[in-house]
């Protein structure tokens, strides 16, 4: 069992930066690779960022490439969403993941189907 809290959402005027922390108490965090999800009012669940256990290496959706930041500190069980320049639709509720998958890929980090623990979501609004 993997529990994972997100925290830093908030309201931010369009152009600002937040930075979303998901702590996963255990001695399993590296384990995993983890992934950030958003969801939108209205919409579905949408992919935003991944990275794999050792944190080398990153992916990213189309939408959020160039402004969004993901890392994690093994040391902290810690992974940490970096956005800036953001903008109104990129309002949601954040989810962290763990990924559960078998292979490893862009393609596969990016179903959410492959993800077992969530996090209870933060929620980030956006005003133009």
């Known amino acids: 069992q993997v529990q994972l809290v997100e925290s830093g959402g908030g309201l931010v005027q369009a152009g600002g930066s937040l930075r979303l922390s998901c702590a996963a108490p255990?001695?399993?965090?590296?384990?995993?690779?983890m992934g950030w999800f958003r969801q939108a009012p209205g919409k579905e669940r949408d992919f935003a960022a991944a990275?794999?256990?050792?944190?080398?290496?990153?992916y990213y959706a189309d939408s959020v490439k160039g402004r969004f930041t993901i890392s994690r500190d093994n040391a902290k069980n810690t992974v940490y969403l970096q956005m800036n320049s953001l903008k109104p639709e990129d309002t949601a509720v954040y989810y962290c993941?763990?990924?559960?998958?078998?292979?490893?890929?862009?393609?596969?980090?990016?179903?959410?189907?492959?993800?077992?623990?969530w996090g209870q979501g933060t929620q980030v609004t956006v005003s133009a």
């Open positions: 993941a763990a990924y559960t998958g078998y292979y490893s890929g862009s393609y596969y980090y990016a179903d959410g189907s492959l993800y077992h623990y």
């Open positions: 990275i794999k256990r050792s944190g080398i290496s990153t």
């Open positions: 255990g001695r399993t965090f590296s384990s995993y690779a």
